[in-house]
């Protein structure tokens, strides 16, 4: 498998302990790309912030032991290719998350039309009302054009999935390993299924990452930044979905959904809990879950029965002229911070109709979404 040298250092960095893709973004902005970043010396890396002189020494080594020749067999065994951030494929959407991977393994293939995605979440220990509406609500979005995201593991994820392959829609797993692993074993014939025309499987980790504890957090971000909104279906009060959730609404300012249960079931304490605090939406079918997606899940909704597009994404998101709220908005945003409320008294237009639009926006990389709900042009 030939490496572009670009693509080669980013492999190297993705493998060297330490580092993270906010470090690596800070050593890539100070030094000049990932190629000055695996030619700089320890001395020089520990200039930059949030390195110091150990971390840089442990980088330096990393970068030098890497084994970048054997880890290129095993993207080739298995049939994997490398997606940079620089490559215009990348995912739009995850790009403009604060901490994007600068490097995904990819098994199957990412289209434009994933860039019209779900984000489904929920418990590994999962009751049969939790599968049966993870089975309904995925298997209605994907028949509406929405490409299902989640995270590969047993219960709510492994439901989520297989509706949209039953129902013939799209999918992405993201894996808290390296894809050499399949973790959980007994998900390879639903990987394989999903990476033979239907979707990918893909992770930030190189090939031989374990499915340790500590990744699952990373890989969360991930599954969000795919995503347009996160539907929540059953989480206890300390399940990982809720990390997903959070992060969705404080960082990435998407939708977030949630499926009540009983209010005696441990299984879904966690969704009534961020419910109640105000922060997610509850929904009890697709309707309601197109109704959060703003202006892409209105265009959906219209679209749904035998003229629903193959290209979804291109009915939403690749007119070439903006026109309407749309236009409106974007042309009350300059490359300086601006609040949303701030925007709201410039256009006229209601918070709806301004989030709305932001989507559109944001997905067309237009805008910029900053934190303390401000946004920006992107220059």
């Known amino acids: 498998m030939a490496l572009t040298q670009l ?3 980013r492999l190297r960095l993705s493998m060297a302990p330490g580092l993270g893709p906010i470090l690596t973004g800070r050593l890539e902005r100070d030094l000049g790309g990932p190629l000055a970043v695996c030619s700089a010396t320890a001395e020089r890396m520990a200039r930059v912030e949030g ?49 994007p991977p600068p490097l995904l393994y990819l ?23 939790g599968r049966e509406q993870a089975d309904r609500l995925s298997g209605l979005c994907s028949q509406a054009g929405l490409t299902i995201i989640s995270g590969g593991a047993r219960g709510i994820d492994t439901a ?57 957090p990373r890989r969360n971000r991930i599954i969000s930044g795919l995503s347009l909104g996160v539907l929540v279906v059953e989480a206890s009060a300390r399940s990982g979905a809720l990390i997903t959730a959070r992060l969705a609404a404080e960082e990435h300012h998407r939708e977030v959904m949630a499926l009540p249960g009983r209010v005696d079931s441990v299984a879904s304490v966690g969704c009534h809990k961020i419910v109640r605090e105000g922060w997610a939406t509850l929904v009890t079918g697709a309707g309601d879950i197109l109704d959060c997606l703003g202006e892409a899940g209105q265009t959906l909704k219209a679209a749904l029965g035998p003229e629903t597009p193959q290209d ?52 067309t990389g237009l805008v910029e979404r900053l934190p303390g709900n401000s946004v920006k042009r992107r220059k």
């Open 107 to 129: 098994r199957g293939s990412i289209e434009r039309a994933d860039a019209v995605a779900l984000a489904v979440v929920g418990s590994r220990q999962c009751t049969v009302y």
């Open 312 to 363: 979804p994404s291109r009915t939403l998101f690749d007119q070439p002229n903006l026109a309407g709220d749309a236009a409106k908005v974007y042309a009350g945003i300059t490359t300086e911070p601006l609040s949303i409320d701030a925007l709201c008294q410039n256009t006229g237009l209601a918070v709806g109709a301004i989030q709305a639009a932001l989507m559109q926006l944001q997905l």
């Open 160 to 216: 989520a999935h297989r509706a949209a392959l039953r129902t013939g829609g799209r999918t992405i797993a993201v894996l808290g390993c390296g894809l050499s692993h399949c973790y959980p074993q007994e998900n390879e014939p639903l990987f394989e299924q999903i990476t033979a025309g239907q979707g990918a499987v893909i992770s930030e980790m190189p090939m031989r990452s374990p499915p340790i504890a500590e990744n699952f």
């Open 7 to 9: 693509l080669e250092a």
């Open 51 to 99: 390195i110091g002189l150990k971390r840089a020494d442990m980088i330096r080594r990393g970068i030098d032991a890497a084994d970048v020749q054997t880890e290129r067999e095993l993207i080739e065994a298995s049939d994997v290719h490398l997606l940079s951030i620089d490559d215009p494929g990348y995912p739009s959407l995850l790009r403009h998350i604060p901490d």
